[in-house]
């Protein structure tokens, strides 16, 4: 397995795992950018991060879906972006993401797009029920 | 395509640095730990936070989870095993698959006293230490206006039901043995409460039940709080037309007395006698909220009415214990208190735990989002569905414009309720 990290001081930031090792590549503007610039761009990875796993409870962890939800895992990221604007000013109809889209700025949604575009797929493991213990208590 | 270091730099053009490690997460956590979380609770909140902090620290977190239960049985959907379309058994998963793909150190144990200047967790076996702790405690019954019902002896005539387990399957087997033309009786207790949907989506599986097996029944929902809390347009429609005449729904009609033996409840107004009988009885942050000790003196961390935890909500870290962080239903928050939400305050958790630990700070203004389905039959769901953002100048998580319920319930609905619950589970166990 292959890691990658993003290190700042001893800080880091998982982006991605697995065999094929990529980073979020969020640009400075600037090619000389100050130390400001790169803290500010550190948090924006810290924050698309846990932004993106709250999508997991119906798409999966890093957009890994089981069943009957979208799988966001290696989206492309123009599509993603255009499918949350249109759900966001309501161009396109849906029973539950235009909930989420209008919640979230125009930087979240591109971030999110950046983030979800660069996962690796792996199938995700739909989990086995089991018999409740006799022991069980609550 | 695969991007070396090389090209990482030339493609960022920054000199933030960066380090590819090809030995796997386990072996580089034996070399560099960089602290170690304990986790009190396997719930929903607990074992995604446990997930989470192995992940994202790449195994350089220690993650020791200490939870009494063998098994993880979901809330969400349990509400279908009384309207007869689950078994209490699809619900019920083991740990393991989550505990091998993450390199979590589990105890099966009961926790018996938390000293947070001394930084230690006891147990019935033995004694942890942390660097930072995670209290997961989930839910706790308050009887005191209640006591009649906390024996094991009264609880098994007259369940609660609201943590799902055998107290799920005895109010089920009650529902099957009561004859037609019976009387269901059921409270709400006052808000807020663990899953503020969760009673009416109960008195809409019962009714599905009823209606298809015993028409002749009807079901009486006492309900403590002035209306409807949740979806209240929706189910005020499902009460009134989908389970015409088999719903009473009685609003502000909060419990006063309840009769263990004759099954019979009391209200400012009424005394309804039930032939199956669910009190849900009010409650407060878990048990392991109030073993805090600081500097020897017991402190309880459920400060809010005496009920909920007031946290930060940038890393969940207790207001009133240091190194000590409080996620899930056991929260102060204006944030339901859903099993999306638990996992939701657990990821925000982890992510500011390992910056913290990377002498980094936190995500200064969190985002999140909450989608809680309710069925009202065997197939048919809807939606409340929000986004929440830190709000910098209140300090507290407010729900950002654009959220909603659905129009009406759906047979579509019901199938993303399916992979809500799929996901969710895999998310948070897997």
């Known amino acids: 397995m292959m890691l990658t990290i993003i290190g700042l001081g001893c800080s880091m930031i998982v982006l991605a795992e697995e065999s094929n090792p990529q980073v979020l590549n969020l640009e400075p503007s600037n090619k000389n950018p100050s130390k400001k610039e790169l803290q500010d761009n550190l948090l924006r990875l810290v924050h698309v991060r846990s932004l993106a796993a709250s999508c997991a409870a119906c798409h999966g962890t890093n957009g890994n879906s089981l069943g009957n939800a979208a799988k966001l895992v290696g989206i492309d990221k123009t599509a993603f972006v255009t499918k949350m604007q249109a759900f966001k000013s309501g161009e396109r109809a849906a029973t539950v993401m235009h909930h989420h889209a209008k919640g979230l700025n125009p930087q979240e949604i591109t971030d999110l797009a950046e983030y979800f575009s660069i996962q690796i797929p792996h199938q995700a493991v739909s989990l086995s029920s089991q018999k409740l213990s006799e022991k069980y208590a609550d | ?430």
């Not at chain 2, 019902?149 to 943590?163: F, G, M, R, T």
């Not at chain 2, 009416?200 to 009714?207: K, M, N, P, T």
Request: proline share 5%; aromatic share 8%; with cysteine.
């Open chain 2, 1 to 430: 395509m695969q991007i070396n270091r090389r090209d990482f730099v030339k493609l960022t053009g920054v000199g933030l640095g960066i380090a590819t490690a090809s030995l796997p997460a386990f072996a580089r956590a034996t070399k560099l730990p960089i602290g170690r979380v304990v986790i009190i609770g396997g719930g929903y909140a607990g074992a995604t936070a446990a997930k989470y902090l192995r992940m994202w620290s790449l195994g350089a977190i220690e993650v020791i989870v200490v939870e009494a239960n063998s098994q993880f049985v979901s809330c969400p959907l349990s509400n279908l095993v009384l309207g007869g379309s689950k078994t209490i058994n699809d619900l019920t998963f083991g740990y393991n698959l989550l505990k091998a793909n993450h390199g979590i150190q589990w105890v099966q144990d009961k926790v018996t006293a938390i000293d947070v200047s001394a930084k230690k967790v006891s147990m019935l076996r033995g004694d942890l230490s942390y660097d930072r702790l995670i209290i997961a405690p989930g839910v706790d019954f308050i009887y005191d206006e209640l006591p009649m019902l906390q024996s094991a002896e009264a609880q098994q005539k007259i369940p609660h039901a609201w943590k799902a387990g055998w107290q799920t399957v005895n109010l089920r087997h009650q529902l099957e043995a009561m004859p037609d033309g019976g009387v269901f009786v059921m409270n709400v207790p006052k808000a807020p409460y663990r899953c503020p949907p969760g009673p009416y989506e109960r008195a809409a599986q019962v009714a599905y039940y009823l209606k298809n097996n015993k028409p002749r029944s009807k079901i009486i929902v006492l309900d403590a709080n002035a209306e409807i809390i949740s979806k209240k347009g929706l189910f005020t429609k499902v009460f009134n037309e989908m389970y015409a005449g088999l719903v009473d729904y009685r609003p502000s009609n909060a419990l006063e007395h309840v009769d263990v033996a004759t099954k019979t409840v009391k209200t400012e107004f009424d005394s309804v006698k039930a032939d199956v009988l669910n009190i849900i009885p009010p409650q407060r942050a878990g048990k392991s909220a109030q073993m805090a000790k600081i500097n020897n003196q017991i402190v309880s961390l459920s400060n809010v009415d005496k009920r909920w935890c007031e946290v930060d909500f940038i890393s969940y870290e207790s207001k009133l214990a240091t190194d000590v962080h409080v996620i899930g239903d056991a929260v102060s928050a204006a944030l339901p208190k859903s099993a999306h939400m638990a996992t939701n305050q657990a990821k925000i958790c982890a992510n500011a735990i390992v910056q913290l630990m990377a002498g980094l700070a936190p995500d200064p203004a969190p985002v999140f989002a909450n989608t809680c389905y309710s069925y009202v039959t065997d197939k048919s769901a809807m939606h409340v569905a929000n986004v929440y953002r830190y709000d910098e100048t209140k300090k507290i998580m407010v729900s950002a414009e654009g959220g909603g319920v659905s129009a009406s319930p759906s047979e579509q609905e019901g199938a993303y309720a399916v992979a809500w619950a799929q996901n969710i589970w895999a998310d948070s166990l897997t």
